[in-house]
T-cell receptor
Framework: DADVTQTPRNRITKTGKRIMLECSQT?????MYWYRQDPGLGLRLIYY???????NKGEISDGYSVSRQAQAKFSLSLESAIPNQTALYFC?????????????FGSGTRLTVV | AQSVTQLGSHVSVSEGALVLLRCNYS??????LFWYVQYPNQGLQLLLK??????LVKGINGFEAEFKKSETSFHLTKPSAHMSDAAEYFC???????????????FGQGTILTVHP
């Protein structure tokens, strides 16, 4: 099994629908992140969580919400999906400390909003 | 706040040629620097990282990068490109303790590397 698992891998949804992307990890890391990737823009941070009781907005959190259900689970919700939320979404984890080890990434969820 | 700029969204080289992907960063405290690679339809994989110590770091698949503090750069190189190197490459920076972005990775825009036969 992968260290960081994202479900679903691909999803097509309609404008206005609520959708949840899920992430689970077996790394034992306390920190989890959600990024979105758009061509030419790299990866941009949506939300991050340094432990179960800690949730923080990233640079592009509008239109998104998250839930940290357990140390190993971090889900991202789009409350009312819109077409410009079409993107590739990545979950990542890291160990606590000074960030020197970088992140472990999931394989991504490709979301299309029509 | 930290930021990363990758010069060139697309780089094309011939097989066997030198690969040079450029990355410049800004950070208010000594940074940790990373290069990730993304192959088509896959997630991001760590190529190499600089935290402290030797400024020339070696990674997987023959890649290396040099941290130059005076130039705020962390360029990625490989002496001889292989067809399998075709991918998108991301430079990323994480601020250490004392930085406003402590423990968070900021990514560059990505550089797509194409390798011609």
């Amino acid at each position: 099994d992968a260290d960081v698992t994202q479900t679903p891998r691909n999803r097509i949804t309609k404008t206005g629908k609520r959708i949840m992307l899920e992430c689970s990890q077996t790394k034992g890391h306390d920190r989890m992140y959600w990024y979105r990737q758009d061509p030419g823009l790299g990866l941009r941070l949506i939300y991050y969580s340094f432990d179960v009781k800690d949730i923080n907005k990233g640079e592009i959190s509008d239109g998104y919400s998250v839930s940290r259900q357990a140390q190993a689970k971090f889900s991202l919700s789009l409350e009312s999906a819109i077409p410009n939320q079409t993107a590739l979404y990545f979950c990542a984890t890291s160990a606590g400390g000074q960030g020197r080890n970088g992140y472990t990434f999931g394989s991504g969820t490709r979301l299309t909003v029509v | 706040a930290q930021s990363v700029t990758q010069l060139g969204s697309h780089v094309s080289v011939s097989e066997g040629a030198l690969v040079l992907l450029r990355c410049n960063y800004s950070s208010s405290v000594p940074p940790y620097l990373f290069w990730y690679v993304q192959y088509p339809n896959q997630g991001l994989q760590l190529l190499l990282k600089y935290t402290t110590g030797a400024t020339l770091v070696k990674g997987i698949n023959g890649f290396e990068a040099e941290f130059k503090k005076s130039e705020t750069s962390f360029h990625l190189t490989k002496p001889s490109a292989h067809m399998s190197d075709a991918a998108e490459y991301f430079c990323a920076v994480s601020e250490g303790a004392g930085g406003t972005s402590y423990g968070k990775l900021t990514f560059g825009q990505g550089t797509i590397l194409t390798v011609h036969p």
